[in-house]
């Protein structure tokens, strides 16, 4: 019985709600899992496995395999979003399968073509998410149109 391999992505927070994929090539022969039967084949009918986001832990997305045996060696892991249908590299990461055992070796940082941005709640600019922040009424708002919840509001806001 195979080992279950978990592959998994962590965006954080502001990577909630995504459709992520990933593909998995077998580093020594350029194969790619095919999702229809969980083999490695030069042409894949499928060769992307849908990711699950975490219940409890927005943004973090896994998988798991366990359909066959791998060989030992190194795969290629690129992780996907789907926007609008279109498949945008998100990450590629190496690892390693020891004894059907799956074990990450390095993280590539995210390429220069994908940059999360998103609108600024309050003016409506569109910035890289890092450039966002969390205001106290929850909307997520640029540098500019940060503001602190004013005292008195505080206090009507307490006192209900
Ligand atoms: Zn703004």
Not at 40 to 65: I, N, Q
Not at 83 to 107: A, H, M, P, R, W
Not at 126 to 131: P, V
Request: aromatic fraction near 12%; proline fraction near 2%; include cysteine.
């Amino acid at each position: 019985m195979p080992n279950t391999k978990t592959i998994a992505l962590d965006l954080g927070e502001l990577g909630a709600g995504k459709t992520v994929v990933c593909k998995i090539e077998r580093d020594s022969d350029g194969y790619y899992l095919d999702n229809n039967d969980g083999s490695f084949s030069a042409s894949p009918v499928d060769d992307s496995l849908s990711m699950t986001e975490d219940a409890t832990y927005s943004g973090r997305y896994s998988v798991t395999e366990n359909r066959e045996v791998w060989n030992d060696g190194v795969y290629n892991v690129e992780f996907y979003e789907i926007v609008d249908t279109v498949e945008v590299l998100i990450q590629t990461d190496k690892s390693n399968c020891l004894d059907d055992i799956f074990y990450i070796l390095s993280v590539d940082t995210k390429p220069d073509t994908y940059i999360s941005e998103r609108d600024c709640d309050e003016c409506g600019f569109t910035f890289k998410e890092s450039q966002l922040t969390k205001r106290f009424d929850g909307a997520m708002v640029c540098k500019w149109c940060f503001e602190e919840e004013h005292p008195l509001d505080v206090f009507r806001r307490m006192r209900g």
